[in-house]
């Protein structure tokens, strides 16, 4: 299950609904850039790689995507309650402008609804 409205999402990663915050990765198509400004492309044993001037260090990874994002909160759905427990991080969500405030409660009431469903049909099995 995937839900987003704008740059709020609410997704299942590793067994865990959890709604993010996405925004613009600073770091994509930079590393000519960074280069020009005295980085140097690492390369590690294993094949990853990074680019590292001084004591700052970027994984290789961090270049991939356009977007990038963290959690505001996980959904851990309530056997006992039927619905979900709303677990923020930190002040996370308190830190959302109103807009996102306002798409964050509309993806989350979407996926309220679908993980309820999801659940209360596998208790029928």
């Not at 001084?54 to 356009?66: R, Y």
């Amino acid at each position: 299950m995937r839900i987003r409205i704008d740059n709020i999402e609410c997704r299942n990663s590793h067994g865990t609904y959890e709604i993010v915050k996405w925004y613009n990765n600073t770091y994509y198509g930079s590393e000519a850039r960074m280069i020009a400004d005295g980085y140097e492309r690492k390369v590690f044993p294993d094949g990853n790689w990074a680019m590292t001037k001084d004591w700052h260090t970027v994984h290789g990874s961090c270049f991939a995507n356009k977007e990038s994002c963290y959690t505001i909160a996980m959904l851990k759905w309530d056997a006992d309650e039927y619905c979900n427990e709303l677990v923020s991080v930190g002040s996370r969500l308190l830190d959302l402008s109103k807009e996102e405030r306002d798409a964050f409660f509309e993806v989350y009431r979407y996926a309220e609804d679908r993980i309820k469903q999801e659940n209360l049909e596998e208790d029928e099995d």
